[in-house]
């Protein structure tokens, strides 16, 4: 059985993030407003980004650390641009002390 982790595009702009073992019957949910969750008041949604794991656990911690992220690497994960999400990676004080320093790169 596989597992999914997955990012919706809300009809606000945002985006939410979680994980099932059944994507279409999910999705549905969200499409209809079943769901009492965040998407309920931001229909209709679009399937941004989704990711298949051999177990639930992988997909929990893989929605676990998407929705730690900033937008940016949401952003960058669903483009599948790894230059900007490495980038997006780098906290903030580190950048800011990478650019003081004139320096730009590791």
């Given at each position: ?68 992220g900033?937008?940016a ?13 490495t980038?997006?990676?780098?906290p ?7 650019l ?7």
């Amino acid at each position: 059985m596989a597992f999914y982790c997955y990012i919706l595009l809300c009809s606000d702009g945002s985006y939410y993030t979680g994980h099932t073992d059944n994507l279409e019957h999910r999705i549905a949910q969200h499409h209809s407003g079943e769901l009492a969750c965040y998407t309920q008041a931001r229909r209709p949604v679009e399937l941004a980004w989704v990711q298949d794991f051999p177990s639930r656990h992988e997909a929990l911690t893989a929605e676990r650390q998407i929705k730690g992220g900033s937008r940016a690497k949401k952003a960058a994960l669903i483009a599948s641009d790894w230059t900007a999400l490495t980038e997006a990676a780098i906290p903030r004080a580190e950048r800011a002390l990478r650019l003081r320093s004139g320096r730009t790169e590791d």
